[in-house]
């Protein structure tokens, strides 16, 4: 099912879930035929099959219930920020380092061109495979992920470059080092510094926007939300439920 703006892909996507396995059988059809030496006949079913597939995926897409809208916003092949920078951005150089712990793998950022134009770009990084994704936490950011924010944040500031931020983590990561080393204070100084930036700033939601971990990097003079996307003070498994159903 669509997950973000990305390239039109010859070959399947590599997770089907529950509710989209019915593009399954479709998706291996066009990847076949796609494969094949051109002919008319060929292209002519290719057409079909893409229109019927375009069709059973906005049939799928009215019928989600809220719970599959927060799983297409977790989709394993939704794409990450640093799908976006290097579909959108030129002259990308990462920087790493908050200069006083250590480099926090779930906030990525540095300096890019986007239209032409020099900015800096901030975003969290989910990960992509098992072992990425425990290398980054699963985008859930310690304080030292935040205080990188800042840094990054200060330089735009200092190089007046206008400032890009991608959203994408269930929340700040909860664990007790992060608390001993001082993940409020860095979510706050997060939210300061932000809000003191004379820089344009531009945020876009593009998967899962949990509490203050999502807000450290989401003050913003713009902000944009993709479809099937959530932001919210709470993730949807800890929200509380009404024992009398109002």
């Given at each position: 099912m669509s997950?973000?703006?990305?390239?039109r892909a010859v070959h399947p996507?590599?997770?089907?879930?529950?509710?989209?396995r019915p593009l399954a059988a479709v998706d291996a059809e066009i990847a076949a035929l796609?494969?094949?030496r051109a002919q008319r006949t060929t292209a002519e079913r290719l057409r079909v099959l893409r229109a019927a597939r375009r069709r059973l995926e906005r049939d799928l897409v009215r019928r989600l219930t809220p719970w599959e809208r927060v799983q297409l916003a977790r989709h394993p092949d939704r794409p990450s920020t640093l799908d976006y920078?290097?579909?959108?951005?030129?002259?990308?150089?990462e920087l790493h380092g908050d200069r006083r712990f250590a480099d926090d793998g779930a906030v990525v950022g540095g300096l890019a061109r986007f239209a032409g134009r020099a900015v800096v770009?901030?975003?969290?990084?989910r990960g992509r495979t098992p072992a990425e994704r425990i290398a980054r936490n699963f985008g859930m950011a310690r304080p030292e992920g935040y205080r990188k924010a800042?840094?990054?944040f200060e330089l735009a500031e200092r190089f007046r470059r206008p400032l890009l931020t991608f959203v994408d983590t269930q929340g700040a990561y909860p664990g007790?080092?992060?608390e001993e080393r001082g993940q409020a204070e860095a979510i706050a100084a997060c939210l300061t510094a932000l809000g003191a930036l004379g820089v344009p700033v531009v945020c876009a939601l593009?998967?899962?926007?949990?509490s203050g971990g999502a807000l450290a990097l989401a003050v913003a003079d713009r902000v944009v939300m993709q479809e099937h996307a959530w932001y919210s003070v709470i993730s949807p498994e800890a929200a509380p439920r009404s024992s009398s159903g109002g």
């Open positions: 997950r973000g703006r990305r390239p996507p590599s997770t089907y879930l529950g509710f989209e796609a494969g094949r920078v290097r579909r959108l951005c030129t002259q990308f150089v770009v901030v975003g969290q990084q800042v840094r990054l007790i080092g992060a593009i998967g899962e926007g949990g």
